[in-house]
């Protein structure tokens, strides 16, 4: 996964700081803060929606690839973009309460379409890989179930958010990053999927 973290953590530092300070008097906030504040924790949702959304395509292609025994095409549509969009404000989230902010289920996500190009390169899949595709298959289910569930308590009639639904969930949107991700990696625990399997970039 290519991001820069040491100039990734700067920025979270500084960011971290200003909502420190803002936070010590909320009467002192300019308009201006209180924007900028908002407008993070908007991104911060946003990319968390939109990695969820991911998730959800990625089940429905990895079900079909699975079944059929082929490379379906819109793999390539889970965007590597969308991901590392969601670990840089995961991580920002986890600077803000002082939360774990590397988690091991990132590790299945990252460069996913190259693990995937590998296993259908030749044709066919072996046993140990199709168990594999099987435990990635099963893992991403109950990851976008627990996503679905988020947003469904979050904006019950998701056509029609109220601001108040909106600010809660910004409210709330740091612990819904951490809580998130130590489910995941419980969940991941339990699907014993091997991260040693002969794959490239599983030791990125």
């Known amino acids: 996964m290519k991001i820069n973290y ?8 500084i960011l971290v700081l200003i909502m420190g300070v803002a936070s010590i008097n909320r009467n002192k906030m300019t308009t201006n803060d209180r924007y900028y504040i908002m407008s993070m924790k908007a991104r911060l949702l946003r990319d968390f929606e939109d990695f969820g959304d991911q998730l959800i395509l990625l089940d429905e292609v990895l079900e079909e690839s699975v079944k ?6 819109a793999l390539i549509d889970f965007s590597q973009v969308t991901f590392q969009n969601f ?8 600077f803000i309460i002082d939360s774990e902010s590397v988690h091991a289920y990132e590790k299945i996500y990252s460069n996913l379409e190259e693990k ?3 296993i259908y390169s030749d044709g066919s899949i072996s046993v140990e890989e199709q168990e594999y595709l099987q435990k990635v298959l099963e893992f991403n289910k109950k990851l976008a ?8 308590d979050l904006f019950p009639d998701e056509t029609t958010r109220s601001s108040e639904e909106s600010d809660y969930a910004y409210d709330q949107i740091e612990r819904i990053y951490s809580e998130f ?7 991941l625990s339990r699907e014993l999927i091997d991260f040693n399997h002969k ?3 599983n030791n990125d």
Request: aromatic share 12%; net charge negative.
């Open 6 to 13: 040491k100039i990734t953590c700067i920025i979270l530092f």
């Open 68 to 73: 059929v025994g082929t490379h379906h095409n």
């Open 87 to 94: 670990i840089q404000s995961k991580l920002l989230s986890s």
């Open 116 to 118: 995937f190009d590998y």
């Open 145 to 152: 179930s627990e996503y679905i569930q988020i947003i469904s």
């Open 181 to 187: 991700s130590d489910k995941s990696d419980s969940l």
């Open 199 to 201: 794959l490239p970039y």
